[in-house]
C-alpha cells in the first residue's frame, strides 16, 4: 500500500508564497510520476504541475512562472514552490503519484487547503 502525507497548505495573501510538501511511503516505484492537482469549489479537480522521476516537468499554463514543482527520489517527497499567488488559486491541493507495471496504479493524498486572500 502507498501512503501520501501532504503538509504546508494555508492562508496567505496574495502575491505572497507558500511551499507545499508531500512525502510518499510504501511500495512506490522509482519509476513514476508525482504530482499536484487542485479543486476548488464547483469546479473539477485539475493538473497543476507534475514531475517524473527523471526530472522531466509539467505544468498548468495558469501556474507557469509562478509555481516549481521539484522531487527528492532518497526521500520520494515532492514539493510545489508557489509564488506571486492570487485569489483564483484557492482550492484544495492533492498530492498524486502513479506509475505503470503490468497496469496504471495511482494513489492520492488526503488534500490540504489553500486560500488566498484578495
Known amino acids: 500500500q502507498v501512503q501520501l502525507v501532504e503538509s504546508g497548505g494555508g492562508l496567505v495573501q496574495a502575491g505572497g508564497p507558500l511551499r507545499l510538501s508531500c512525502a510518499a511511503s510504501g511500495s512506490i516505484r522509482d519509476i513514476n510520476v508525482m504530482g499536484w492537482y487542485r479543486q476548488a469549489p464547483g469546479k473539477q479537480r485539475e493538473l497543476v504541475a507534475s514531475?517524473?522521476?527523471?526530472?522531466?516537468?509539467n505544468y498548468a499554463d495558469s501556474v507557469k512562472g509562478r509555481f516549481t514543482i521539484s522531487r527528492d527520489n532518497a526521500k520520494n517527497t515532492v514539493y510545489l514552490q508557489m509564488t506571486s499567488l492570487k485569489p483564483e488559486d484557492t482550492a484544495v491541493y492533492y498530492c498524486?503519484?502513479?506509475?505503470?507495471?503490468?497496469?496504471?496504479?495511482?494513489?492520492w493524498g488526503q488534500g490540504t487547503q489553500v486560500t488566498v486572500s484578495s
Open positions: 498524486n503519484t502513479r506509475w505503470f507495471f503490468l497496469r496504471d496504479y495511482q494513489y
Open positions: 514531475v517524473t522521476s527523471g526530472g522531466s516537468t
